[in-house]
Nanobody, 122 residues
Framework: QVQLVESGGGLVQAGGSLRLSCAAS????????MGWFRQAPGKERAFVSG????????DYEDSVKGRFTISRDNAKNTVYLQMHSLRVEDTAVYYC???????????????WGQGTQVTVSS
């Protein structure tokens, strides 16, 4: 019903920046909260950031506060994650997800993208 496709991942040196995008298609007329999650090898998929439908409420995992910014453009059906001051420990596959209700855990999200790899080198 809702399809999500991430893009913008890649290889970057520590201290660098990337902007991830998540394009939504399908039943985008519904109001969805959006989230970004990441999963590093051998670790659980973890919440990174979330944003409500109107974009005026956001939340961030502690380790990315002040470095990452989530935003959305509903006219373009796109959510973004601007990432600055990247660290090696930020290396992971990043996933976007959509939820009908606000959630900060993976179980609260209904739709998921395929993921995009972010690799931060020292």
């Amino acid at each position: 019903q809702v399809q999500l496709v991430e893009s913008g991942g890649g290889l970057v040196q520590a201290g660098g920046s990337l902007r991830l995008s998540c394009a939504a298609s399908g039943r985008t007329s519904r109001s969805y909260a959006m989230g970004w999650f990441r999963q590093a090898p051998g670790k659980e998929r973890a919440f990174v950031s979330g944003i409500n439908w109107s974009g005026d409420i956001t939340d961030y995992e502690d380790s990315v506060k002040g470095r990452f910014t989530i935003s959305r453009d509903n006219a373009k059906n796109t959510v973004y994650l601007q990432m600055h001051s990247l660290r090696v420990e930020d290396t992971a596959v990043y996933y976007c997800a959509a939820a009908r209700l606000w959630a900060t855990t993976k179980d609260g999200y209904d739709y998921w993208g395929q993921g995009t790899q972010v690799t931060v080198s020292s």
